[in-house]
């Protein structure tokens, strides 16, 4: 018996999309709001979280004057197209205390930024894939390198040979307290 096209959609799966995410927080407890974060996006539509890198002390970029970050990188699994993981990455830093409206590179609760989306290149006035600042931050290329060794899309090579390239001379402090994954009944 041959379905018709609505069945056909009712029936499989969504398409899954492996997203890399940078994670960071340098106000408050920032192992916490990492973890809350890591949950809350555990918890979004059709997605997953499959991997968290080791979380790393670094240095302020641009604004030095504050507290020193807690950054890492989430893996997921998702079903959500580019603009819709964006708005729901927003309203997760909107929901653990960052305003809607901040100045660039000033202290924040919690900063999630999409690095990769499968092999994806989109640019346009409110995203841009590859991240492009990803090719810069040691803070990001290191983390991502404790998940996987994912090519960049545009560059065409492996996040590790990145490394050589990278402007960024900073040096990254792994913690040894570690984000957990969390089980979510779905």
Known sequence: MQKHASQR??????PRHTVYLGIGSNIGDRLKHLQEAVDLLNRL?????????GIYMTEPVGVTEQERFYNGV???RTGL??????????????????????????????DLDILLYDDLVLQNSVLC???KELINRMFVLIPLLDLADPEHPLLHCPA???????????????????????????
């Open 9 to 14: 959609h009712e029936a499989e799966p969504a």
């Open 45 to 53: 539509p059709n997605t997953e979280v499959t991997g968290i890198s």
């Open 74 to 76: 989430v893996r997921l």
């Open 81 to 110: 197209l580019p603009e819709n993981l964006r708005s729901h990455c927003k309203a997760i830093e909107h929901n653990l205390g960052r305003p809607e409206q901040y100045i660039r590179w000033s202290p924040r609760v919690i």
């Open 129 to 131: 894939i590859p991240h």
């Open 160 to 186: 590790s040979s990145l490394l050589d390239t990278c402007p960024d001379r900073s040096v990254l402090i792994r913690l040894r307290e570690r984000i957990k994954m969390s089980t979510v009944s779905r």
